[in-house]
């Protein structure tokens, strides 16, 4: 097991109607704050509504940034910032998807830094100071609601890059399955496809002495294949929202990290996919991990896919290397059978982009640690998944 | 899955080595602490002179309380307050297991608290204030590294009583698998029983419908179980300390019990049988554990005991109540292998004082519930495990 610093402060208020706590929760740090959403989908079910009359009844100010979408823009992370400082507001309140919470946890940084904010994504500026960042959950995907990371879009370099902070931590956050009930039955599969990549980039690591983290990730993977045909059929189904919510958090708050040399070249490529192509992060990486299975897969750490298997899958008293596969078969089925797209040409990227793709992946050095890839590599994983 | 609110701040510093953070992380807090430790292994093993190097080598000035025993008596907490009171001490710095660390916490409780710190056990007092308590873990048991918890001995009443409070979650804990390289084997194996058991009392709940915390409590018992045996015959092998010493901080940090209302029962049964003789708590809990599985299993919780069964020792293909009786022993078998009791005569504890016990174990009402327990219950499951 690798040297660690495990520390997450963040605080998670969880369960149907916790979100009477948010007036209290938020009075703890302001009375000033930028509320943050995306394109409306709160507006249709309430969840807007109960919000604001929380502020509201609380005396809270505040200003508004709508419309931030799936793949957040830079460009609303400027607005927020000056809202912010025009303002004087001393909160960022995201209510809405990962997006939105990652919106806002860089317009939180923002405010404190003087030059643009996509410095901090090109590296030329470090997140030294942040405004308090609140949550309010409405989709299980990102597990951005108890981690520092935060991934922006820039539409005028096609590019979308991340970046993590200790200071992005959101002080609280609210997660009541309840608010996932009108989450369509393709985006709870593309947030499951999250969920389970995120697992997938820590379990799949190039140390296998964390056993402990690693039955933990099969938990998480468990869950995700336990409850998200269930969250599809019966959409409110309180039991399949509730642990598929969880699951989100806990498979992206820094615990099963601890101790692995993490992998993350999938999440690296399906960056450049939807750097491009404006398709949902969840559905690019369930497309992608299937074939980054394959092509990884070498005599060297089959063990690692037949512990997938077994513990996973419950595949059983099989040849080793076919375990392996079934279990990479039954990752592509199980996407499939969720109505996700298994094919890179079904969600309208063009062939003639894998190449532009692959370079731009590998532009910072190689990519993965459970398998290192180059860029032949990377192009070789995208045209099987064209 | 119940509401919760989960919110755990604690730092945690993992690895050989990380002991080089203990100056930084102290000085964060204070000049000035109280050094706790217990009856003198950490003089034994250099692990208390590395400590003063680092309080030396920082500037940092520190006072002494030596002699904590294994079952930490308020003597002993009454005079690390007076110590901090005498010397302006700022913060609480425990170097040991569990017990020193309990100690530690209402030490810093007590510290701002002006009657006597067995107030706050007896529910006179409650915690309000608390100076910063660290650690620098010796033991894999308690989690009492990265919770609030606290338990404390009184000799004079012949009690043994808990409390928690957010207050006294440490601030930073350096956790050196290294560091348990000389405890041995029997108390090994009494660790790893407490950490089961802290286990057990969250899996063993009374809602099902925590599918995800289910599935993490059956990695955490499952990684006790493979290493169990490997760090009592080899004491150095860093892989089974490390796994053992995360287990033990996961298993009782608070994300096991979200969602879960969970039983305690065994727990409140072995502090009885502790107060009065001055046994190891995780003996005490691998002896009462598989008696209290076999009392409580009924029809209705059957189920339970067979995911049981089959997630966390691989048994299929049976009738269910076979495979829960199957399960059970393999728990009294796993335990008894380990080198541990299975009878309370075996460590002599009196039958004539079982019914003392057991009345007051229920003195506050009935216990666990997963099944609730009268004091005829409670007395029955001492009876059986005499």
Redesign the interface.
Known sequence: ??????????????????IKMLGEEIKKYARRVLLVYGEGSIKRNGIYDEVVKILNDNGIFYAELSGVKPNPRIDSVREGVKLCRENNLELVLAVGGGSVIDCAKIIAAGFYYTGDPWDFFTRQAKVEKALPVGAVLTLAATGSEMNGNAVISNEETREKKGLGSPLLIPKFAVLD?TYTYTVSPLQTAAGVADIMSHVFEQYFSANN?????D??C???L??CI??APIACAKPDN??AR??LM??ST?ALNG?LA??KLTDWATHMIEHEISALYDIAHGVGLAILTPFWMEYVLTEENLAKFVLYAVNVWGIVDKDEKEMADMAIEKTRGFFKALGLPSRLREVGVKEDDLEFMAARAVENGSLGRFKELDKDDVLNILKMAF
């Not at 040297?3 to 369960?15: A, E």
């Open positions: 097991m690798l040297n660690f610093v495990f520390h997450n402060p963040g605080k998670i208020i969880f369960g149907q109607g916790q399955p002495d964390a056993y402990l983290q039955r933990i099969e938990a998480v468990k869950t336990h409850y309180y039991e509730a642990n969880w699951a806990l615990i601890t101790g």
